[in-house]
């Protein structure tokens, strides 16, 4: 699985952001689609994640403010980022992975996403 991340970038606190990512390769390990995010000198923690059948899994810091969202038929899966906080500053990245929280995680590159406050 091959995964290509766009979107990120810099905005003032209160603004919105939107992140894409598209998967390519089995869809078999495309169960699990979602982002994560690895601020400066912590570790990656969970942003959303949604199951293909819709299930999602999402942060209490950004419940309300940033929807995730997915469509199978173009293996794809959006981050909707609103009312952004500093703290919202880190490199995000996407995640795929196949059923069973055993399977193989695939990552994207990572793209920034900086909230000047």
């Known amino acids: 699985v091959q995964l290509q991340a766009s979107g990120g970038g810099l905005v003032q606190s209160g603004g919105s952001l939107r992140l894409s990512c598209t998967a390519s390769?089995?869809?078999?390990?495309?169960?699990?689609m979602g982002w994560f995010r690895q601020a400066p000198g912590k570790q990656r923690d969970l942003v959303a994640v949604?199951?293909?059948?819709?299930?999602?899994n999402i942060a209490e810091s950004v419940k309300g403010r940033f929807t995730i969202s997915r469509d199978n038929a173009k293996n794809t899966v959006d981050l909707q980022m609103n009312s952004l906080e500093a703290e919202d500053t880190a490199v995000y990245y996407c995640?795929?992975?196949?059923?069973?929280?055993?399977?193989?995680?695939?990552w994207g590159q990572g793209t920034q996403v900086t909230v000047s406050s």
């Open positions: 995640l795929v992975r196949g059923w069973g929280s055993s399977s193989p995680r695939y």
């Open positions: 390769g089995r869809t078999s390990e495309m169960h699990v």
């Open positions: 949604m199951d293909v059948d819709g299930n999602t």
